[in-house]
């Protein structure tokens, strides 16, 4: 046993000095992509930890896996949030409503934030007559929207429990693991996605703030 | 010695073994040999050239040969740690193979010896296929492997077992020597790749080399900046960039480690007098010093990737034409050291603008990340057509010749920059109180520089922003509006014009191939 350990002991230190530790890595700029591509040293650093863990949930496997595709995880990790979520067809009906309630900048620029990312599905779930109205109703549209924004990056880890929204609204998610649920309803169906400023959690039903 | 060889079998396939033991032993002779080479390689990659280290050079190999739908894979799963991934990876799989190669070796040493040669070879060949090796690129995986055989020989001999009478259970001859063997080389391994990992941190060739670098003052040094660039609204980029918040844009796995002392510049393709110079010989030439926006064309509207610093470099106009440029050339391809390619078009280094082998960032030698020792500047064009880093050679062509990296991946071979204003404050989703709120920024225009900023609060009239002084076209200029803000939630927009009298297109455009399009927005709540 001790000899194992002795072994072991070894083993495990050279790997994790030769940077499988990848806490004090600089250099995770990215080789051969298909954009010029930022490096993650600098200067976006308020970056989360949160970036470290990977994507989960069934809804993922919707997720194009051509990374030259706009819509990939790779391609998402290297833009901002609602860059990000342009390229993905899953949330073309989020994009057009960012796009309308002239939202696309701001959430660009927003530091470490958390998007909860309805589903083409999710919206597909509210009447058509009171999505159309809410379309057209630009402040009401910029509520719902900011609603789905948590003025913090959560991890995996960070999730669970009340969260401020940009709107000024909480937001609370129950579960575990790889299952919560938003709101006591919405679930998120592809969790932990990364984006330049943004961690993403693609929910399957649309959140509606209280006021 | 001869105790080994007439060890009949491995013990592992031996029934009635205790298989922990026989593991332990074919673990140790295996792992601890392949960890001592690996160790030792890294701690003389650190010493020689730390992109040597054989397994950050199979990992290179690997992600050059992998094919897409696995790349792909790597990064769903891993994020942006594939990297990480992939050297843990190639960890996971030496592994693996040093236990073989334990089993090997305690059947035959010859076998064992002769697996890690063959495991030297396959890094030998990584090390060498990199783009900028050179032959001393290989002294780290020699070191290694000939420590590593050392160790290997050490433990199988110290592993050495005796059969014993009854139904076949050899026992270790010593288990006292054997436990300090494999102890010492645990803490062989362990020491060398910790020193070799420290030694690369804190000082790479590329960091000892810069520490070492004195320039002369320039020769022609940039005027003062006016005090009048600088609004001095909070919340406003600061106007000149300090070089530890300058944004970084490249595809280098590690920032490349460059010795001035070894390092040349070379020019050469369709002129009459190819020519090398060593860095001092750049510096003999005098150093011009110059105040300059660069951006990176991966900017979205309103994103990061922009930055001003005061430069100094070596003109570059006159070094091509004192090499005799020939007719019907029409683009300069620079090359980094790691092989990374950008094409400018000879028109625009030659037309008179401060088009500079870059030498310092604000008033020090290049920060590593940022090019060291030499980086291309071009005024006027995105980073990825005229600012090549680590610079290493140059070679005059033509844009039908030659395709440099990001051409070959469709971006566009010319790329001026676009007219383009960004809000700095308020921030998006910021909370203000009604009444006057400072709203200030940036535009940019390099080459024509900014005439008007305007600013519009939701579908508002456009109100003409305040600019702050622009000593110079290629430089970003700052603007403020104020603005009486009254309660609700409200989209602020601001759009440049030029100094030549164009205006930003409102037409939206994404980065890709040529620069984002649009105006810059935000959405303010004032309480």
Redesign the interface.
Same mark, same amino acid.
């Given at each position: 046993m001790k000899r194992r350990l002795f072994a072991t002991v070894g083993v495990v230190t050279v790997l994790a000095l030769s940077g499988c530790g990848g806490t004090d890595s600089e250099d995770t700029a990215s080789g051969g992509s298909a954009a010029p591509s930022m490096s993650a040293s600098a200067p976006m650093t308020s970056m989360s930890p949160s970036m470290t863990s990977g994507q989960f949930g069934s809804g993922c496997a919707a997720v194009p896996t051509d990374a030259s595709n706009p819509g990939s995880f790779e391609a998402m990790a290297k833009v901002p949030v609602a860059t990000a979520a342009s390229g993905n067809p899953l949330l073309s009906t989020l994009v057009t409503a960012v796009k309308k309630a002239n939202l696309v900048d701001s959430l660009n620029g927003a530091q470490g934030v958390t998007v909860f990312a309805p589903t083409n599905d999710a919206f597909a779930k509210i009447p058509k007559a009171d999505l159309d109205k809410v379309l057209a109703d630009d402040a009401m549209l910029k509520k719902i929207l900011t609603y789905h924004v948590v003025t913090t990056q959560l991890s995996p880890d960070t999730l669970v429990g009340t969260h401020k929204t940009l709107q000024g609204g909480d937001v609370t998610v129950t579960g575990g693991g790889t299952e919560f649920t938003v709101n006591g309803a919405s679930m998120v169906v592809c969790g932990n996605v990364s984006t330049a400023n943004a961690t993403v959690y693609i929910v399957d039903s649309v959140l509606m703030p209280k006021s | 010695m001869a105790s080994t060889d007439v060890e009949p079998r491995p013990a592992t396939s031996r029934p009635g073994l205790p298989r922990?033991s026989a593991a $332990?032993r074919v =673990?140790?002779v295996g $792992?601890?040999s392949a960890?001592v080479a690996?160790?030792v390689a890294?701690l003389v990659a650190a010493l020689v050239d730390p992109a040597a280290d054989p $397994?950050l050079a199979v990992g290179?190999v690997a %992600?050059?040969l992998a094919p897409?739908?696995v790349?792909?894979?790597a990064?769903?799963? =891993?994020?942006?740690?594939d990297? %990480?991934a992939l050297?843990?990876g190639v !960890?996971a799989l030496l592994?693996v193979a040093a236990v073989l190669l334990g089993a090997a070796a305690l059947r035959r040493r010859r076998h064992g010896l002769v697996g890690l040669a063959g495991f030297a070879a396959v890094g030998v060949a990584a090390v060498l296929s990199r783009p900028a090796a050179t032959p001393v690129d290989v002294l780290p995986v020699l070191a290694g492997v000939l420590t590593g055989m050392a160790a290997m020989l050490v433990l199988v001999s110290a592993a050495r077992t005796v059969a014993v009478a009854g139904p076949g259970r050899p026992r270790l001859l010593n288990r006292r020597q054997?436990?300090a063997t494999?102890?010492g080389?645990?803490?062989t391994? /362990?020491a060398t790749?910790?020193i070799?990992?420290a030694v690369g941190?804190r000082s790479a060739v590329g960091a000892r080399s810069r520490a070492a670098v004195r320039l002369p003052p320039p020769t022609r040094p940039a005027p003062p900046l006016p005090g009048g660039v600088s609004t001095g609204v909070q919340g406003v980029s600061a106007f000149v960039t300090p070089n530890?918040?300058?944004?970084?844009?490249?595809?280098?796995?590690?920032?490349p480690q460059v010795d001035v002392r070894t390092w040349r510049l070379t020019l050469d393709g369709a002129v009459d007098r190819p020519r090398a110079w060593t860095f001092d010989d750049l510096l003999a030439r005098g150093l011009v010093e110059r105040d300059i926006t660069l951006n990176?064309? /991966?900017n979205?509207? #309103?994103?990061? !990737?922009v930055g001003t610093a005061r430069w100094a470099g070596v003109a570059l106009a006159p070094l091509l034409r004192e090499a005799g440029i020939r007719a019907g050339q029409n683009q300069l391809v620079s090359r980094s050291v790691e092989g990374m390619t950008i094409g400018t078009p000879l028109e625009a280094i030659l037309d008179g603008r401060d088009a500079l082998l870059a030498v310092a960032m604000n008033g020090e030698p290049l920060p590593l990340?940022h090019g060291f020792p030499v980086r291309m500047l071009v005024p006027g064009l995105y #980073?990825?057509v005229g600012a090549c880093k680590w610079l290493t050679s140059l070679r005059v062509t033509t844009f039908d010749e030659f395709d440099p990296y990001?051409v070959q991946?469709g971006?566009a071979a010319d790329a001026p920059v676009k007219t383009a204003s960004r809000i700095d404050t308020p921030?998006? =989703?910021a909370q203000r109180r009604a009444g006057p709120v400072m709203v200030a920024g940036v535009a940019w225009a390099q080459r024509r520089g900014i005439g008007a900023v305007e600013v519009q609060v939701d579908d508002g009239p456009w109100r003409q922003a305040r600019l702050a002084d622009g000593p110079s076209p290629d430089l970003w200029r700052q603007w403020t509006y104020r603005w009486d803000a009254t309660s609700g /939630?409200h989209?602020l927009r601001v759009r440049a014009t030029d100094a030549t009298g164009d205006t930003q297109t409102d037409r939206r455009a994404?980065?890709?191939p040529d620069g984002a399009t649009g105006w810059?927005?935000?959405?303010v709540t004032i309480t």
């Open positions: - | 922990s $332990v =673990f140790a $792992v601890l960890g690996l160790g890294h $397994v290179g %992600i050059d897409q739908p790349k792909a894979f990064i769903r799963t =891993f994020g942006v740690n990297k %990480i050297l843990c !960890y592994a054997f436990l494999a102890a080389t645990a803490l391994a /362990s790749a910790a070799g990992q941190h530890r918040d300058f944004y970084r844009v490249d595809t280098a796995l590690t920032v990176c064309v /991966s979205e509207v #309103g994103g990061p !990737y990340e #980073g990825y990001w991946r971006w921030k998006p =989703f /939630s989209t994404a980065p890709f810059h927005s935000t959405t």
